[in-house]
C-alpha cells in the first residue's frame, strides 16, 4: 500500500524555522516527483513546490510565496521528501500535505495521485 | 501564473442529482486538468487526469471533459458519499495552481 506520512509540524514564530518531513512507503521512491501543498484555515488548496524525480535530478519549482525561503529536498536512501521553511511568517498558517506525482508524457507536468494526512504549521 | 476560477462556489443538490461543475483557466492550457474531491479535514482525493481520465477505482459517476481554457467535472446521480468540496488544478506550466473550488452540499 502506497502510503504517504507528513511530520515536524507545530507551533513556531515568525521568522524561526521549521523542517516539515514526508515519509513514503509502498512505492518506489526515486520514480516519482513529490510536491508539497498547503492549506490554510478554511481556504484552498496552494501548491507550494515540488521536486522532481533523481532520474531528472532531484530539482526543485516553487511556488512564488515561498521561493528563496523555503527548500524541498529528498533523501533516497530513507525514501524521505522534506521541506525546509525558514523566515516563516504568519501567513504559513496552513495544513502542509506532500503528494507523489505522476510525471506525464516524460515531460514537466505533474499532477498528484496519493496524498499524505498532512501536518499542521501554525505560525505565531 | 495561470488562474483557475470555478462556478459555481457552491450549489445544493439531491441524491440523485446530476451535478455539473465549472473550471475556467485564464490560458489555454490544452488537456493538462486535474479533479480533486476532499473532504473537511481529510487530503485531496484524485478523481480526474488530463482533463477526462478516471482515475483508478473511483466510480464511472464522475466523469470529465473540455480542453483549451473551459473544463467540466460530472457527477451523475449524486451520492450521500459524494457531499464534498471538488477543485480543479492545472499542470500546464509552473507555479501549479489550484481552483477556489465548489463545494457540493445536500439541498
Known amino acids: 500500500e502506497v502510503q504517504l506520512v507528513e511530520s515536524g509540524g507545530g507551533l513556531s514564530q515568525p521568522g524561526r524555522s521549521l523542517r516539515l518531513s514526508c515519509t513514503t512507503s509502498g512505492f518506489k521512491f526515486g520514480d516519482y516527483a513529490m510536491s508539497w501543498v498547503r492549506q490554510a484555515p478554511g481556504k484552498g488548496l496552494e501548491w507550494v513546490g515540488l521536486?522532481?524525480?533523481?532520474?531528472?535530478?532531484?530539482?526543485?519549482q516553487y511556488a512564488a510565496s515561498v521561493k528563496g525561503r523555503f527548500t524541498i529536498s529528498r533523501d533516497e536512501s530513507k525514501s524521505i521528501a522534506y521541506l525546509q521553511m525558514n523566515s516563516l511568517k504568519t501567513e504559513d498558517t496552513a495544513v502542509y500535505y506532500c503528494s507523489r506525482n505522476i510525471q506525464l508524457w516524460l515531460l514537466d507536468y505533474y499532477y498528484m495521485d496519493v496524498w499524505g494526512t498532512g501536518t499542521t504549521v501554525i505560525v505565531s | 501564473a495561470i488562474l483557475l476560477t470555478q462556478s459555481p462556489s457552491s450549489l445544493s443538490a439531491s441524491v440523485g442529482d446530476r451535478v455539473t461543475l465549472s473550471c475556467r483557466a485564464s490560458?489555454?492550457?490544452?488537456?493538462?486538468v486535474a479533479w480533486y474531491q476532499q473532504k473537511p479535514g481529510k487530503p485531496p482525493k484524485l478523481l480526474i487526469h488530463?482533463?477526462?481520465n478516471l482515475e483508478s477505482g473511483v466510480p464511472p459517476r464522475f466523469s470529465g471533459s473540455g480542453s483549451g481554457t473551459d473544463f467540466t467535472l460530472t457527477i451523475t446521480s449524486l451520492q450521500p458519499e459524494d457531499f464534498a468540496t471538488y477543485c480543479c488544478?492545472?499542470?500546464?506550466?509552473?507555479?501549479?495552481?489550484f481552483g477556489p473550488g465548489t463545494k457540493v452540499d445536500i439541498k
Open positions: 490560458q489555454a492550457i490544452g488537456t493538462a
Open positions: 488530463e482533463a477526462s
Open positions: 521536486v522532481r524525480s533523481k532520474t531528472y535530478g532531484g530539482t526543485t
Open positions: 488544478q492545472q499542470f500546464d506550466r509552473f507555479p501549479l495552481t
